[in-house]
């Protein structure tokens, strides 16, 4: 029987990397619509041998006793999904997964991780960029994102792009429906 999860780190406080990003896109690459912007660490830890619910309570018990995936003093978490976002109907939200092309995680934490007792048998770990965007008058939000991975996402020169860096980083856009609550 295999198990996997999804925990959603974030920063409680100020996210200075995410504020910097935002002042970037509006002041430096002119794009007008960013209205929010977000940055989540998404961790997909996958287990052997347990069932979902024995997963789900060695990962609280990793949380409760380490430091290794989240600092209760500085971050917070979710579960599986990202809690629902309201917006209105003149703006899109967008989710970037920025993923490193070549598999990078910090040695300690593997090895704390997988040579526990707690069965899992991989770990991977991706950034997460949340863009609320103003929809353009006319555009649907295929134009949308279109826009941002000319305009904003992927780097191709100092005017173009700041979240990925098309040489040390991949990106996906996700289905927002698998990554949000419902409720």
Known sequence: ?????????????????????????????????????????????????????????????????????????????????????????NHNLVLIKVSQNEAFLDPHIERFLISGNNRISKIEQALLWELIVTKPEGKDIADVEKELKE???????????????PISESFDILPIQDYYSKT
């Not at 979902?52 to 409760?64: D, P, V």
């Not at 904003?152 to 700041?162: A, E, F, H, P």
Request: proline residues 4%; positive net charge.
């Open 1 to 89: 029987m295999r198990a996997s999860l999804r925990l959603f780190t974030y920063l409680k406080g100020i996210d200075l990397q995410c504020m910097s990003a935002s002042h970037a896109i509006e002041r430096f690459l002119h794009y007008p619509y960013l209205k929010k912007l977000s940055r989540f660490i998404l961790w997909h830890i996958h287990y052997e041998n347990v069932s979902r619910h024995e997963a789900l309570e060695s990962l609280k018990g990793i949380l409760e006793k380490s430091i290794v995936l989240v600092n209760p003093n500085k971050e917070g978490y979710y579960f599986d999904c990202l809690p629902p976002k309201r917006i209105d109907l």
């Open 151 to 165: 305009q904003v996402i992927l780097t191709t020169s100092r005017q173009k792009g700041i979240l990925v860096h």
